[in-house]
């Protein structure tokens, strides 16, 4: 199956999805751990269930590689993707905050098989979800892999990737090109399956 090297990879249909997380979720720091990326933080919230819907709702509407903008992604998840880059085939939002400690970026990353469009879950305070000792559950990757299956998307494999999992979803698109979804996935204590990062692209059925 195609997709972008797993190193591009490492940075949902019909039924509400349950997502409610099985721990508490661990509290904020008042200041940013070491080593976090310092990003400016936006003021609205965003629930996760909403999110959760935001996401599934454009994956489905991809068609091919070229609908994914920075203005179709910016306005499906309801952020601006300012950052650094500022194309249409480039850029970053600030953190929005999905409540609990939690929050996300979006995120366009360019390659030589298409634009990827991100999103990054961790904590507001900058620390990545990996970083924490049990970082609890924001999204269920096995409700999220039911949900996108509901609309058209295959999955694929499940492989051990870096601390994680990563999982791969496919829809046949018009032509020779398909739209790829790709989970990256943690596990809690509890043995939830979680979602990390999840990264949306198109390309040729006939890649890799």
């Known amino acids: 199956m195609g997709r972008l090297p797993a190193n591009i990879v490492a940075s949902l249909g019909t039924v509400l999805i349950a997502t409610s997380c099985t721990q508490t ?9 070491p080593g976090a ?3 400016a933080i936006t003021s609205h919230a965003l629930e996760v269930r909403g999110l959760e819907h935001r996401i ?5 509407a991809l068609a091919r590689s070229s609908d994914i903008t920075a203005d179709s992604f910016g306005n499906a998840l309801g952020v601006s993707l300012s950052g650094p880059g500022k194309t249409p085939t480039d850029g970053t939002s600030a953190i929005t905050s999905l409540g609990g400690g939690y929050g996300f970026t979006a995120e366009l990353i360019p390659g030589s098989n298409g634009t ?3 999103i990054n879950m961790g904590m507001m ?4 979800l990996m970083q924490m000792e049990d970082p609890g559950c924001i999204m269920d990757a096995d409700a ?9 998307y295959k999955r694929t494999i499940t ?3 870096a601390s994680g999992w990563l999982r791969e979803h496919h829809r046949e698109a018009p032509g020779s090109e398909s739209m790829f979804i790709d989970m990256r996935l943690y596990k809690t204590k509890a043995g ?16 890799g």
């Open 25 to 33: 979720a661990p509290s904020t720091a008042t200041a940013p751990a």
């Open 37 to 39: 990326v310092s990003v």
């Open 56 to 60: 599934l709702d454009y994956a489905d």
């Open 116 to 118: 990827q469009a991100i």
């Open 125 to 128: 305070d900058g620390r990545g």
């Open 144 to 152: 999220v892999s039911l949900a996108l299956e509901q609309r058209g």
């Open 159 to 161: 492989e051990r990737f």
């Open 192 to 207: 939830a399956l979680c979602v990390q990062r999840i990264a949306l692209y198109g390309g040729t059925s006939e890649a």
